[in-house]
């Protein structure tokens, strides 16, 4: 079965610096997909970046970047330039390409500070 | 991405009664799901909501206690049956766009308290 482990429950970053939320997976297929989530207090689950397992290039979108390491089956999330709107509980999230289910991870809190 | 609403966005219930949940989304879609997140906890798969037949549950998950409907492409509705204060939690509703199995995205959630 898989497993998406999160071991970091809370982080904290000042406005305008850097930080990497940590997320590491088990699975024994090859078809699948990796997603970062974003739930504010609002609860709004908000898709922040995917990535396809049988791509090697690291998936951007503006401020947030991932670095994938399929072989260390690693699934890290930097935010860039953190803005106070990024406070949220991020999740990271293993889809399976071959029964669709979604697992979760248990997730980390991230407090950016002014 | 799908656009996604839910219906209610909070209630508060008595023990022994039921609550039905409505997840409209704005464009037909292959694939539904239904979610449970406990307060303070992630999210836990209940089942799939498959158009035209029943729903397909997880290990934990019954029918009985948690009835869902899929009439179209477009609408699902999740029963939480018999309540109980440990049924307290957020209920969500996702949905893949369109054809595509490979994403999901979440509507805004139901926020249950069972007294």
């Known amino acids: 079965a898989q497993t998406v482990t999160q071991s970091q429950p809370e982080m904290s970053v000042q406005e305008a610096e850097t930080v990497t939320l940590s997320c590491t997976y088990d699975?024994?297929?090859?078809?699948?997909?990796l997603f970062w989530y974003k739930q504010p207090p609002s609860r709004q689950m908000i898709l922040v970046i995917r990535?396809?397992?049988?791509?090697?290039q690291n998936a951007t979108e503006n401020r947030f970047s991932v670095n994938f390491q399929k072989a260390a089956k690693s699934f890290s999330l930097k935010i860039s330039d953190s803005q106070l709107g990024d406070t949220a509980m991020y999740f990271c999230?293993?889809?399976?390409?071959?029964?669709?289910?979604?697992?979760f991870g248990t997730g980390t809190l991230l407090a950016v500070q002014p | 991405s799908a656009v996604i609403s839910q219906k209610p966005s909070r209630d508060i219930c008595q023990r022994g009664t039921s609550l039905t949940i409505q997840c409209q989304v704005d464009?037909?879609?292959?694939?539904m799901f239904w979610y449970r997140q406990q307060p303070g906890q992630s999210l836990t798969l209940i089942a799939t909501?498959?158009?035209?037949?029943?729903?397909?549950?997880e290990s934990g998950f019954v029918i009985d206690k948690f009835p869902i409907s899929r009439p179209n492409l477009t609408f699902s509705t999740l029963t939480v049956s018999n309540m109980s204060p440990e049924d307290s939690s957020i209920y969500l509703c996702?949905?893949?766009?369109?054809?595509?199995?490979?994403?999901?995205?979440f509507g805004p959630g139901t926020r249950l308290t069972v007294l």
């Open positions: 464009s037909q879609v292959t694939m």
């Open positions: 999230a293993f889809l399976s390409g071959a029964t669709n289910k979604l697992i």
């Open positions: 909501a498959n158009q035209g037949s029943e729903a397909t549950y």
């Open positions: 990535q396809e397992a049988y791509k090697q």
């Open positions: 699975t024994s297929e090859n078809n699948y997909y």
């Open positions: 996702s949905a893949g766009q369109g054809l595509s199995t490979d994403t999901q995205y």
